[in-house]
């Protein structure tokens, strides 16, 4: 048995106290912490309060700092328990994390607090004079709010010679008195006495009251009225209705006349019953004029007086038993709440204390308790009348911020009645969520020679967590363009996520790159996420066309060849020239703008090839001068020109001087023959001495590999950054021509203009090759003959 009661729940552990009323307020009851085992200092952790339940009051409360039960209202044992010989109350000591109830019971013990007292200050006796010696008549009893020894204990007559006090008990307990008539009564002596009783209570100190008897002498009425019941006993359902019957009662009076008119009247009853009961005086029924509620009190005993009309009475009980209905719906206490609650709270997490009471009895007392089924919550029965109120899955404050509960109690009455308590959680965000942004990838288009400063593209991304935890702060990720830091490219505002150019950009030194964005939250730790950006530089016609070929070097002229046999629409020359510029901003044109014979010579539009455009004829000039426009196709449009320098001859025995081939003939055709009659005229002689001269020497110190009419296109002219540019580029092929020597080829020299890498010799030399570099170049044939030469233009 020991071992048991070791091992019972702290749960289930009682505490009993014993207090006087009328303490002071904030008396110490006791000690409740040491009384149940409890940690003084865990008190306030667990929120240690004392809760009566209900509507009831528990008079006390305690000290979260000591532990002590003490008195926090008057407490006042007749208001509270009235005759009732214990008065105890009742509460209980609730404390959460975890949940304990400990019931209290405080004994209210009657202090000598309340003076005896009569019903009414002069009690008229009329005693006929018959009456004998010996005869007694029944005396009101006093009443006293106090119980046992402070109770009435007394009475003391005023000495006289007629009558003496003789005391008793009555049923309950009560003591009353008796007038003893000890010497026999003669009206025509003495009509009337005037006798002081003293009743006195046995507390310390003792405390008294009085009352005046009036007795007057009448003629002989020797009976009492008499009830049909000592006690009557009746129930009465809460939900009577006014001016229903309680009770009957009946008292007989063996006299005659007004010695046997019995009256009734309530004797020694509170104020409040008075307000709910009332009695016909003449025919003893018992009527209900009040409202009756079995939660407020349960029964009623009410003392019924019976008198004759000489005054003589006696007295009954009448017991009304207070029948409970169900009128009252279940009332949900929230006792504890944790709000808000983490989304980071695990399944099973006890989120508050709810406490269900009904102030009914029995079956409608009995309460199920029970909430909607789409919250991730739920009610799980605790100790008694109380409900934990738990997680049953995980939370998510970015799907679902706020939960209305709506708590439903129902009770097992007939019919049943039921009551709904709404609670209102939040749930408070942690940072699980990392900024996401609107896009996998990023591209932003920026035209080059733009603005340092001006806005690339707005990246964006979202947080759902809430506060700090969602803001979102952005910066770029330390990284490399062609060796150079990115910040020296890009910058980023951490607010906004705009990025703006730090730099001006050329397409033509890069056309693309990427950078790396980082998102990232304040919450703690804080999340963070990337996203690429890949940033593309649109080109803008900034750059002119540049001519390959041909190309001056410094005052020299780069000549070509025509055979005076070419007909119409053979390839005497090729101008190149490249746009660094991309797509329509480098497709290029090409256009002769000025030439010495306008109907000789054309040019391809797009290809820059320049044929005969008809049969070179005998009286075509021989020195041929023209100048080509090279325009792109951008917004607008940039254009090159360069001067072409065409010699119409088979042999360069022929030509007298090429000097002054870059003489641009602004006059007419006549006016240059004229000219050029006059200087040949007088310079011919000398002309040809130089000529023959000059042709000797030449034939000594070089092989004959030249041709008459070549169109040499040197490879190397093309520089070596020049790249096909998404099929936009002027050089796109591979050319095959077929030269042909003249008849005197195997004695004429070939003058050919010198290049950029010495390819093209200019006017005034002669290009020297080995004769491994004739061979490779073809094989010589007899005069008049025929061989091919295959010249590769790399595009």
Known sequence: MVFFLLFLPASFGDASYSIPEEMKRGSVIGNIAKDLGLDEQSLSVRKARIDAGGSRRCYCDINLNSGDLIVSDRIDREALCGQKASCALKCELVLENPLEIHRILIHINDINDNSPQFDNDVIKLEITESADKGFRFPLDEAHDADIGLNAVQSYTLQRNDNFVLALHSNADGGKYGELVLEKELDREDKQEFTLLLTVADGGTPMKTGTVVIHVIVLDANDNIPLFSQAVYEVSLPENSPLDTVVVSVSAADADEGANGAVTYDFARVSGEVD???????????????????????????????????SG?????????????????????????LKNPISESAIPGTEVGIINVQDKDSGANQQVRCSIQQNVPFKLVPSIKNYYSLVTTGELDRELVSDYNITITAVDEGSPPLSSSKTVQLSVSDVNDNSP????????????????????????????????????????????????????????????????????????EQFRSFKVQVVARDNGSPPLSSNVTVSVFITDENDNSPQILYPAPLGNSMMTEMVPKAAHAGSLVSKVIAVDADSGQNAWLSYQILKSTDPGLFTIGLHSGEIRAQRDIAESDTMKQNLVVSVKDNGQPSLSTTCAVYLLISDNLAEVPELKDMSYEENSSKLTSYLIIALVSVSTFFLTFIILIVVVKFCRRRKPRLLFDGAVAIPGAYFPPNYADVDGAGTLRSSYNYDTYLTTGSRTSDFKFVRSFNDGTLPADQTLKRSPQETRELGETTENGSKFSTLVKLPL
Do not use: C, M
């Open 275 to 309: 307000k709910l009961f009332s009695l016909n005086r003449k025919e003893g029924e018992i009527r209900l004029k009040g409202l009756i509620d079995f939660e407020e009190e349960s029964n009623y005993e009410i003392r019924i007086q019976a008198k004759d009309g």
């Open 312 to 336: 003589l009475s006696s007295y009954a009980k009448l017991i009304i038993e207070i029948t409970d209905v169900n009128d009252n719906a279940p009332e949900i206490f929230l006792k504890s």
């Open 436 to 507: 996401a942004f609107d896009q996998q990838s990023y591209s932003a288009y920026v035209t080059e020679n733009n603005k340092p400063g001006t806005s690339v593209i707005s990246v964006r991304s979202r947080d759902p967590d809430w506060r700090q935890n969602g803001t979102v702060f952005y910066s770029l990720l330390s990284s490399e363009v062609s060796g150079v830091p990115v910040s020296s490219f890009l910058s980023i505002n951490g607010d906004t996520g705009v990025i703006h150019s730090v730099r001006s950009f050329d397409y």
